[in-house]
Structure formats: structure tokens, C-alpha cells
């Protein structure tokens, strides 16, 4: 009788079979945790943005509150040039250009300027692709206080809300 080496077909499906299931189990919470990371950094860049909305008003009070996050940007990722009003260096260069790059899954905007001196905001924040990066949008005005809102339609990309819009959303605590 011949000694037999190594596994058996069938061990080795039976092994294929549970790494399978163990990778089934696992897959989805770390796309859940992504999701969830991804979510608390789109938090943190939005209330960023406030802050340095505020501190953009204080520094340049002729111009109010800035119309673009490029302008509270740097004009380069090393911010060589220096603050300046029209590049006032005061959130990094990812969030600067996050308008059409996103940073950790989410794409930011600051629309809805009025006035001049500008008076009223709005900063959002948007899944780059719905389920995949994100399911909630996030959305603050000139009062820094965070709303969200669940995207029920699972669009992905910038809401574009308003003022009155993301006020009516719930206030994220």
C-alpha cells in the first residue's frame, strides 16, 4: 500500500469552504467600519471649515466669510506663497481641493455666499459613492452646528443644500 502526502481533495475544500464563511462574516463589518471612519472624518473637516471660516471673517472683516474652500486653502500643498486673502492657508491643501477630490470618501463645498461683505454660508459634505464611502451627508452654516442627513435617495456627491434645508435636518450630536 502507497503512503499517502499531503491533503485529500476534500480537506482542502473543507478548508476553502470555512475561510469562505469566515470571509462572508468579516467583509461587510469592515466595510461597515470604513463607512463609519470615513463619516468621522467628514465630521472633523466640516467642523474644521468653521473654524476656519470664523477665523477667515476675523482676519479679512472687508470680505467676510470665505466664498470657496480654495480660498481658505493653500494655493500649494507646502503653502509657500503665504496666508493671503484670496489663499488664506487655514485648512490643508486635501480639504482646500476636496471640492472636486475627495478626502476619506467625502466631496465638501462651501455655497450659498451672500453679501459683502459675505455674511451667510453654507459648508457640505457628500458621499464620493453612496454605500461604498458614506450614507449620511453632512451639512453646517455660520452657527458651526453639525446637521446630517441619512441620503435616504442614496445619491452620491454634494447635496447642495441651503440654508433653510440644512437647518432642517437633525443636529448631529
Known sequence: MRKQKGFSLIELLIVV???LIIAA?????????RIAANESSAVSSLRTIGTAQVTYATAYPTAGYATSLAILGP??????AGPAQTNACMID?????????????YLFEVINTTGTPVTT????????AYNQ???RAFCSIED???HFDVNAGGTSGLPGDSSATCVAFPVLQ
Open 121 to 128: 454660508y453654507v459648508s457640505d459634505a457628500g458621499p464620493q
Open 75 to 80: 494655493a500649494n500643498a507646502g503653502c509657500t
Open 93 to 105: 491643501f486635501a480639504l482646500g481641493s476636496a471640492t472636486t477630490t475627495a478626502k476619506s470618501g
Open 17 to 19: 469552504a470555512i475561510i
Open 25 to 33: 462574516i468579516a467583509i461587510p463589518n469592515l466595510l461597515r467600519a
Open 133 to 135: 464611502t458614506g450614507v
Open 144 to 146: 458651526a452646528v453639525l
